[in-house]
């Protein structure tokens, strides 16, 4: 079980205190309550862009990574639909750098032509690179469109339309900062050999006297029920033909998500899974394939995908992957199975808990889906999933009606 303690700071700045007395290191973890969920559809990937304009200097401190380093530090970033997290572990005894430098960039970013010019550039790129450039790159462009009709799941973490990006403004940037980045909008988590009592001084030095500013209220438009199958073909410059099938599933805090997570590895992950003996192995009707699911906080989807073999059909191919699933829905589980896939996730939470920065990570993360507690009850979720429970949640999902199909084929070879 993990400990924590946490306080609050004037502003609304959450503070949990983790304690560990066998590291010499210390995670600072600090969380945002925003994500790409929280843009405007004519504004997308500005979460993502803020992820690299926070290292691009604040108001104080023109150079981010510079005394870092010096500290014997290292840090990252990541954004998703959800959130956006900034973290950094370094010598406990240069702790006050992290909360010097977390502080400073809560405050204000050092917002200029430039820097967002060279940040707008880096992203531009990385959206060619990634997603027009690379084969099946705007895979995930078209399925989250598909699925979501409502929804601001319906783009991706990069943004809807790169253009959106190259024609971001300085004052639509600094709005997007201090509507967000505030302190009553985020989660600070400390771990490493540290007392409560330090942190709250350190907490109260570098980040009591930021503004609380505006308490942000999310409303999103939330996702109706899909009421028929949705198909899209798409043609492009790759190898193979790829299938994308997509099936909404319960938010982060329902009951039915755990079943859901169980179900994709039952199915789909690994080489010992349904999806990878019957279809790859057996039938050789694809290369690969994986099942998986989005793990965001609103509904999300449950995946498969694969690439079809060379000479088999894309609809053939679609048909073993809906019989598969109907099979699972209307047969269910062996208790073999299921106690195999809860092995696995016990497993990986035993893992996570092993790193310092997982843990920091994780606690930020279970505070802010309503109270750290939870990462505690998380095991217990897993273990009440019966066989029963698993295929009721199965037969929920697996409905035509609920399903996206993604037909992502090779152009056919044009006639010399």
Not at 119 to 145: C, I, T
Not at 154 to 162: P, R, S
Not at 248 to 253: F, Q, T, V
């Amino acid at each position: 079980m993990l400990q924590f303690e946490r306080f609050t700071v004037a502003n609304g700045l959450r503070v949990l205190v983790h304690i560990d007395r066998a590291t010499p290191m210390a995670a600072v973890n600090v969380l945002y309550d925003v994500g790409a969920r929280d843009e405007e559809p004519q504004r997308t990937g500005f979460a993502h862009l803020f992820e690299h304009l926070m290292f691009g200097g604040s108001v104080n401190i023109p150079e981010y990574d510079e005394p870092l380093q010096m500290a014997g530090g290292e840090n990252n970033a990541y954004t998703t639909n959800d959130i956006t997290n900034y973290y950094i572990q370094l010598p406990l005894q240069n702790i006050e750098t992290a909360f010097w430098l977390e502080s400073d960039r809560m405050l204000s970013l050092a917002f200029s032509e430039k820097s967002l010019d060279v940040q707008r550039k880096v992203v531009s790129e990385e959206f060619k690179e990634h997603y027009l450039n690379k084969p099946y790159g705007d895979a995930w462009h078209h399925m989250r469109s598909l699925a979501y009709k409502n929804h601001p799941y319906q783009w991706m973490t990069i943004g809807k339309d790169l253009k959106q990006i190259e024609e971001a403004q300085l004052e639509d940037v600094k709005a997007f900062f201090f509507k967000h980045y505030r302190p009553q909008n985020a989660v600070l988590c400390v771990a490493g050999n540290v007392t409560t009592e330090q942190v709250k001084q350190l907490a109260e030095k570098w980040f009591g006297d930021i503004p609380a500013g505006e308490k942000y209220l999310r409303c999103i438009p939330s996702e109706p029920a899909q009421e028929g199958p949705r198909t899209e073909t798409v043609h492009a410059d790759v190898p193979l033909d790829a299938l994308y099938k997509a099936w909404h599933i319960g938010g982060r805090m329902s009951a039915p998500y755990y079943a859901s997570d169980l179900i994709t590895e039952i199915a789909g992950n690994g080489f010992a899974s349904r999806l990878y003996q019957r279809l790859v192995k057996e039938e050789q009707l694809f290369s690969n394939i994986s099942c998986y699911h989005t793990g965001s906080i609103d509904p999300g989807l449950l995946i498969v995908e694969g690439k079809v073999r060379e000479g088999r059909s894309i609809d053939e191919a679609n048909e073993a992957v809906e019989k598969e699933m109907q099979l699972l829905a209307e047969h269910g589980v062996t208790d073999e199975e299921l106690q195999k896939a809860k092995n696995k996730i016990e497993a990986m939470i035993v893992f996570e808990d092993m790193n310092l920065l997982s843990r920091a990570n994780n606690l930020a993360f279970y505070e802010l889906l309503g109270d750290a507690a939870l990462i505690n009850d998380e095991w217990e979720r897993y273990k009440a999933v019966t066989a029963e429970s698993l295929q009721k949640t199965a037969k929920d999902i697996f409905r035509k009606e609920n399903c996206s199909t993604l037909f992502y084929k090779k152009k056919p070879e044009s006639k010399a």
